[in-house]
């Protein structure tokens, strides 16, 4: 029996994963409501795929609200997402708490895996003090590497490249019930000392960091040079040293707060080791900026436009809030911070998934449809890639705007129907078509 | 990178601009009448701040709750040397043993981009401040020392950094638009160095004085560059200015005797600050320069 505590999207998602291997899962979270609501097959939020494989497995898994039942687990994962605040930096004490709850309930011979995002010393730190909660058990700690992805969490929790595991001694085997459950993942396992994992996890968003950061280094430049990052990508992919999957697309920053923690964890480190950090500082200064990619391009292409033409506050249609598409998550999400600082202009949003409980200013309007929220706007910006939104038609964008301006950082509209419709057609990395206005 | 303390636009009591008599001062004045504000006019003449006694003068002149914006410096058309640094440094430990005292509502100083080190690019209100001349160090060393006065009465502090400003009344004759204007009207010839390579950002006058009136009205605080964000070679801009001035202006050029350097400037902190304001293009701002000029000199 495989027991999971904490029901945050990575204990959702790893339960069902794992029940979908064919184990028994028991699945605790505080909530009664929630576990209802998951033992009736409902998730409480947009993961493609999981609901349907949530539903093919429930005769596997449990959810519960009673911490006693996962004293029959010979493994219990720590599964609780650990928040972050606005600078990135984790807060650690809800994890705390429940590994408190639930390490006095586990039973003789269990092994306990933090799969939560915890910074570098935190599993140590954690064995000695299960050591002092033994009470005559005997509990191996292991820490395991997470690396969900939101909006493709189901297929990364199912077909994982390879585990990651950290232990207080890597040269000694894995228990048995815990072998078994990765080898059911057919791939790599590799075990190393506690810190060497954490650190792990922090290294692989580090190079994903980077490689974004080049990306959006050089597509800005592309923008200015008349040059297109789409055409310079192909190259780099058949570069071994790059690789076919490296992350190359230009995009309005790092957001979703995963990135965002380890970075801040780097520079917490740095900061008391007296490491280098410089480039990470780079990295961080290269997102914000490029965050407000569409906030200057609004006040160099259509806000001044609107106000010699005397209008003065024009309209903006705004299709995506959530951070990227396939989750509800707006952590971070440039789209917020975006109309936070267009607040004298009318904004006319729409999301397929995320509605806002609260209108982030009194010229905030959330939208029932992609086209509503075009009528009689000035422009339009495409903030996330939802892939409902490249099926709209151009004609019918143009019908109901009254501006001939089309911000499409990510490529989600065919540009060139864009511009024979007579838009002026902004994208990330690409020269800029436009007409004269 | 700045802060309203008023998020809707508020009238403040008095505004006493220090320096008045100036270029930006003088600007900053008119604008501010012109949005009726009232407005204390000290130039120079009035209140000598390289003297001991103009701490006591300025309290005198200062009401409590008045919002204060200091322009006042010797710039550096009047000389770049140490005697110079040290009368402005001076001046600034004057205002700033007046500021630790007064009861000020608000204050506004008018610095430099000179304080950004020479590699700061684009530059931001964050880049690194390493200045490689006196009037950067002058600026840098002068908003230090008022915040370090007002922190101790907390009073709100707003430091403007704006980029090279430009302006008909202006008469410091430095390289850039003011320059090429006079040079193209008077001698119809325009001088570069090397051959206009650099680039660099210029701010109308009248832009700078609707920022400061901006932030008086919102009792910001914080660091704000002001900058269009869009830079231009000086080549350019020569040929701007020939193409007002009429076909016989020759854009003459030198041979270079410093490597090509360009400014360039990330505006975003301006359009979060102030998203309604509107910078004026560089073309219109030259055009009105160019009809005043031409009406002052009488062609």
């Known amino acids: ?437 | 990178m700045i802060r309203h303390l008023e998020t809707e636009a508020t009238r403040p009591n008095r505004v006493v601009v220090l320096g008045a008599g100036g270029f930006v001062g003088q600007d900053i004045v008119r604008h501010l009448n012109e949005s009726q504000i009232e407005v204390v006019s000290l130039s120079s003449s009035d209140v000598d701040l390289t003297k001991p006694e103009s701490v006591e003068r300025l309290r005198g002149m200062v009401r409590d709750g008045d919002s204060l914006v200091i322009v006042s410096a010797i710039t550096p058309d009047k000389g770049k040397d140490v005697a110079t640094l040290m009368r402005n440094f001076t001046m600034g430990q004057h205002v700033s043993a007046f500021l630790e005292e007064q009861k000020c509502s608000h204050v506004l100083y008018i610095s430099s981009d000179a304080v950004y080190s020479d590699d700061a690019n684009p530059v931001r209100e964050n880049s690194c401040c390493d200045p490689n001349s006196f009037h950067g160090l002058m600026h840098l060393v002068r908003e230090r020392l008022f915040s370090a006065a007002l922190q101790k009465i907390k009073t709100p502090y707003l430091i403007l950094r704006p980029c090279a400003i430009y302006g008909a009344q202006d008469t410091h004759n430095s390289y850039g638009p003011n320059r090429f204007l006079r040079e193209a009207l008077k001698e119809h010839k325009i001088k570069l160095f090397g051959q206009g390579e650099e680039k660099r950002d210029h701010i109308y006058i009248k832009d700078l004085s609707r920022v400061a009136a901006l932030g008086l009205l919102h009792r910001s605080q914080g660091v704000l560059n002001v900058a269009t964000g869009n830079s231009i070679s000086f080549f350019n801009l020569a040929e701007m200015i020939a193409r007002l001035c009429g076909d016989d202006v020759k854009i003459e050029g030198s041979p270079r005797a410093n490597p090509v350097t360009h400014r360039h400037f990330d505006t975003t902190a301006i359009h979060k600050a102030f998203p309604e304001f509107e910078i004026t293009r560089l073309e219109d701002g030259i055009s009105e320069t160019f009809e005043e000029m031409r009406a002052s000199i009488g062609t």
Not at chain 1, 89 to 102: F, G, H, K, W
Not at chain 1, 209 to 224: D, F, G, P, W, Y
Not at chain 1, 409 to 418: N, W
């Open chain 1, 1 to 437: 029996m495989i027991g999971f505590a904490g029901l945050s999207h990575l204990g959702i998602v790893s339960s069902i994963a794992t029940a979908a291997k064919g184990f028994e899962v028991i699945a605790y979270g505080e909530t009664a409501a929630l576990c209802d609501r998951l033992n009736e097959g409902k998730i409480p939020f947009f993961e493609p795929e999981l609901e349907e494989l949530l539903a093919s497995n429930k005769q596997r898994i449990h959810f519960t609200a009673d911490a006693s039942e996962l004293s029959r687990c010979e493994v219990i994962y720590f599964a609780l997402d650990v928040p972050t605040d606005d600078s990135g930096r984790s807060d650690l004490s809800a994890l705390d708490q429940l590994i408190e709850r639930v390490v006095v309930l586990a039973r003789n011979g269990a092994t306990l895996i933090v799969l939560s995002q915890v910074p570098p010393g935190f599993t140590r730190k954690l064995a000695r003090r299960i050591e002092r909660l033994e009470d005559g058990r005997s509990l191996q700690i292991f820490y395991q590497v997470e690396t969900l992805i939101f909006g493709r969490a189901v297929e990364r929790a199912l077909h994982p490249e390879r585990f990651i595991v950290g232990s207080s001694d890597p040269h000694e085997s894995l228990p048995k019930i815990y072998s078994e459950l990765l080898s059911a993942f057919a791939c790599p396992v590799l075990v190393m000392r506690y810190e060497s994992a954490e650190l792990t996890k922090i290294s692989i968003n580090m190079c994903l960091v980077s490689s974004v950061s080049v990306a959006n280094t050089m597509a800005e430049l592309c923008e200015k040079i008349g040059a297109d990052w789409t055409e310079i990508i192909p190259a780099l992919k058949l570069d071994k040293r790059i690789g076919q999957h490296a992350y190359l697309s230009p995009g309005l920053g790092i957001a979703g707060g995963n990135l965002e923690r380890d970075l801040a964890t780097v520079v917490s480190l740095a900061n008391e080791f007296g490491t280098d950090d410089s480039v990470v500082d780079a990295w961080i200064s290269n997102s914000r900026y490029r965050r407000d990619w569409a906030l200057r391009l609004l006040h160099r292409e259509v806000i001044p436009r609107a106000q010699q033409q005397e209008k003065k506050n024009p309209v903006i249609a705004v299709w995506g809030l959530a951070y990227k598409q396939d989750t509800t998550s707006t952590k971070n999400s440039p789209t917020l911070s975006l109309i936070d600082v267009l607040k004298p202009f009318s904004i006319r949003a729409y999301d397929p998934q995320v509605v806002l409980d609260r209108e982030p200013h009194a010229n905030f309007f959330q939208s029932s449809s992609a086209i509503e929220a075009c009528k009689g706007a000035d422009a339009l910006l495409i903030m996330t890639p939802w892939r409902e939104f490249s099926s709209i038609s151009v004609a019918q964008i143009r019908d109901a705007m009254t501006g001939r301006v089309v911000v499409d950082p990510y490529g989600v509209l065919d540009a060139g129907a864009c511009v024979e419709a007579g838009f002026n057609y902004f994208k990330l990395g690409s020269p800029s078509i436009k007409e004269q206005l």
